[in-house]
Structures are given as structure tokens and as C-alpha cells.
């Protein structure tokens, strides 16, 4: 049996040194710009090849230029940024503030808000669907889903589920 598990756990680790992806570069980030405080999630945007780092614990979100690795900018967003997710169809990063409760929009070129979204108690998933144009909101404290237009930023649906805690941290 020991055998088995050993062979098993050689099989794993094996497999992921063999799989895994190796990493390129690693960027170090705390500049003069400083990174987020209880940095939390990550985003893309592809069309200007920059990178968003957002912390639960800072009132910002750190732009970084992917091609040179350095910060280069921080946007006043509010607190508490739980996650963030880029609309490459629209142009648009948007935030959940799971303090405030709302998801917050921003333009992907000039990095302006654009709109402050209602969308529950502690929003903290996002996934997006392409194909519609809609980015569900998983709001963790109300256990919800809020379903919303990326065209026009408003919410179009709602599904409660009922109880804190039944909503999944990620999407």
C-alpha cells in the first residue's frame, strides 16, 4: 500500500515539473509606484499589453506595462478590490469593491471610470461571456449572482441563492 502511494505522489510531482508551464520572467514590482497593499488578483488587457494588479487592502490598482515590466501607473479606484476582469470586446477592466458594493468600470485606453455598478453584498467572482457581452458577478456575502450588460453597465439579471458563503470565490 505504501508502495502504491508512493509511486503515486512520484507520479504527480513528475508530471507537474514535466507539464508545468516554466516561467518566463520574474517581475519585480515594488518600484517607486509600490505595489497594492494585500495584492488579490490580476488582469490583462491585450489590446495595450498592459497588466492590472489590484490588493483587498489599497485603494488603487497598479497598471503595469507587460512589455518592460515596470509600473507605470496607478488608478484611484476605491477600496477594497476583490477581483477584476478585462472586456477585450468593449475595452473595459472592470473591479468588484466588495466594501462599497458595487463593481466599478473603467476605460481600458485612458483608464477613466466610467461607471459605478449596484451589484450586492461582497462581489467577488467574475467570469465573463464573450459571446453576449454579459459578466456575471458572484457576490459571496448575499450568496447572488448579478448578470450584467458590458454594453450598457447595468445589471439586466439577477439569481439569488440565498445565504452567505454560497456563491464560489471564482468563477
Known sequence: MKSKLALYAAFFVLSSVCLGQQWEKNIHLPDSIGVPAGWRSLAYNSRNHTTYVSGDKSDSILVVDASTCKAVERIAAGGG?????????????????????????????????????????SARAFCFDSLDDKLYVGNWGSGSVRVIDCGADSVVATVERGGSGDVPNGM
Open 81 to 121: 478590490v476583490q477581483a477584476m476582469c478585462y472586456n477585450p470586446r468593449d475595452n473595459k477592466l472592470y473591479c468588484s469593491h466588495a466594501r462599497a458594493d458595487t463593481v466599478v468600470v473603467l476605460d481600458g485606453a485612458s483608464h477613466q471610470i466610467l461607471a459605478q455598478i449596484g451589484v450586492g453584498h
